[in-house]
């Protein structure tokens, strides 16, 4: 059953568009039509809308947009073999750089639960405590077992020092 299409949401600049992807053809193709989003999830909410109206089951969405990926894929790697290996490479870069945002964030986050237990004596300040000391654990395993950049390092264990100090003024107080 080939020239079924789907719509999906990508990255565009600091928004998001939606996209068509035509089953077997390289793809997808930005759908000007639609316009720009502010998030990929109300592109996506948007996309998904569209293919509900198509009858699109989500699940047959994903393999159209699968199957036009592949076909892009393919079609640069014909022209340069080289572009795998980039797209890989670019991937990984990109994975990192998430695990650093998230590792900031978890960190944050414990930072903020050693805030609130101090104000409060809930009976979760025990939880919250014990969910701030993995944060910290975790956070130190990240910067000890991943190669990162210096200023990611630098971000990192800044936050784990404010969040060891929270740790323990916290515990100081109980």
Not at 143 to 155: H, K, N
Request: hydrophobic share 45%; charged share 25%; net charge negative.
């Amino acid at each position: 059953m080939l020239n079924r299409f789907a719509f999906t949401a990508k990255y565009w600049g600091d928004g998001a568009v939606v996209c068509r992807a035509k089953e077997g053809c390289a793809g997808p193709c930005v759908e000007q039509e639609f316009g720009r989003f502010d998030t990929w999830t109300q592109a996506n909410a948007f996309a998904a809308r569209l293919n509900e109206g198509l009858e699109i089951h989500p699940t047959e969405a994903k393999q159209i947009i699968t199957s036009a990926a592949l076909e892009a894929s393919d079609a640069m790697r014909a022209v340069d073999p080289t572009v795998g290996a980039c797209i890989h490479r670019d991937a990984l870069a990109e994975g990192k750089a998430l695990q650093v945002q998230f590792t900031i964030a978890e960190l944050e986050l414990a930072m903020t639960f050693c805030r609130i237990s101090r104000c409060k004596t809930w009976l979760q300040s025990e939880r919250m405590f014990r969910n701030a000391r993995n944060a910290l654990f975790d956070g130190m395993h990240f910067v000890c077992e991943s190669p990162l950049a210096d200023a990611d390092v630098e971000a990192i264990k800044e936050r784990l020092a404010t969040l060891r100090a929270a740790l323990e003024d916290s515990l100081a107080q109980r």
